[in-house]
């Protein structure tokens, strides 16, 4: 079967639909190289702790800790202990854990820390999750439920599948691989200590994998890049280069082995978006990248991401644009 949505299959005929995607394809490879193309988001899109709405105005009202999580109150609601998906746990989910010593390979002494966004147990610990911290440029809520998709499937479930199919990849590639959470802990971690992680690992590579909530009809991944920031602890000069060096062989590699195009809804076509309100990108030290790997709320994404074989493409996408930035 295909697991890709007919908008985005490849073309039969190399006349018609394939030279569009070519020439995205191109100009998001050379935009990512020549630093154009790159766009500040202004909202609608899901992130590392609150969606933009509440990013975009840090004073808005929070959910209350009594309000129930639910699949459908909005896309950083997710519902969080639901598997609409329907997909086994594969093999690469049972991989070694990060603490397993690195096979030899070319990515050997290298770190590479995955951030799976949200937490699949978030809707139990709102009050935990709605704490505020300070990501330096401002406060907003410590972490979020995320979205999931009309059927139920999680955010949380989703970033943890690819995080674990990234991790089996890039350890095949002896890289010593360290995830920020694997359902090991309540709830969290708060997107400053996603940050901290990262930073405290040395790595050499960090990608926080979400996936968005948008609204039906957008469709894409987009890689959303740091912007140049300095205020409090947040000082994001030294890591804007090789994050956008990473981000952009991330989107190029997705592209390539997942078939799927860039956003058609934010980043104009190029799949690289630049964002300064994101405490889990503000806060790195090292280069850091995140990626909305599609839309949950749009049913022909939602196909994608709920598709194992999909997920399993996508994580490769991923993991080649790490080992092709890592190894320059
Ligand atoms: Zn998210």
């Avoid at 697991?3 to 935009?31: H, K, Q």
């Avoid at 992680?197 to 990608?207: L, M, Y």
């Avoid at 991330?250 to 300064?276: D, E, H, M, W």
């Amino acid at each position: 079967m295909s697991y890709t949505g007919p908008d985005f299959d490849p073309p039969p005929n190399p006349r018609s639909r394939r030279r569009p995607l070519t020439v995205a394809v191109a100009a998001l490879v050379c935009g990512g190289l020549l630093g154009w193309g790159v766009y500040a988001a202004t909202g609608g899109t899901d992130d590392d702790g609150a969606g933009a709405r509440a990013e975009g105005s840090p004073s808005a009202p929070s959910r209350t800790p009594s309000q129930p999580a639910s699949p459908s109150a909005g896309d950083t609601e997710g519902s969080g202990d639901t598997e609409g998906g329907g997909d086994e746990e594969s093999p690469a989910s049972r991989a070694p854990s990060a603490s397993a010593p690195a096979a030899a390979g070319p990515l050997k002494g290298k770190v590479v820390v995955i951030d799976p966004g949200h937490n699949p147990a978030n809707f139990r610990h709102t009050a935990e999750i709605n704490r505020q911290v300070d990501v330096g440029t401002h406060r907003k809520e410590c972490d979020t439920t995320g979205t999931s998709t009309d059927d139920g499937y999680a955010e949380a479930e989703f970033t943890l599948d690819v995080a674990h199919r990234m991790r089996a990849n890039l350890q095949k590639q002896g890289a010593t691989v360290k995830l920020t959470q694997d359902r090991d802990r309540p709830y969290g971690p708060c997107v400053d200590e996603r940050a901290r992680i990262g930073n405290a690992a040395k790595a050499d590579a960090v990608v926080s994998i979400h996936a968005d909530g948008s609204g039906a009809g957008n469709r894409g991944f987009h890689v959303i890049l740091p912007g140049s920031v300095h205020e409090g602890e947040a000082d994001t000069r030294a890591i804007v280069g090789p994050s956008s060096e990473l981000g952009a062989r991330i989107a190029g590699s997705f592209v390539r082995v997942t078939g799927t195009a860039p956003s058609n809804y934010i980043g104009g076509g190029t799949g690289l978006v630049t964002r300064k309100d994101l405490g889990g990108l503000n806060l790195s030290t090292v280069p850091k990248v995140f990626i909305e790997c599609g839309n949950m709320r749009d049913g022909k994404d939602a196909a994608l991401l709920t598709s194992a074989a999909w997920r399993q493409k996508a994580a490769q996408g991923v993991s080649e644009g790490i080992v092709s930035f890592l190894r320059g």
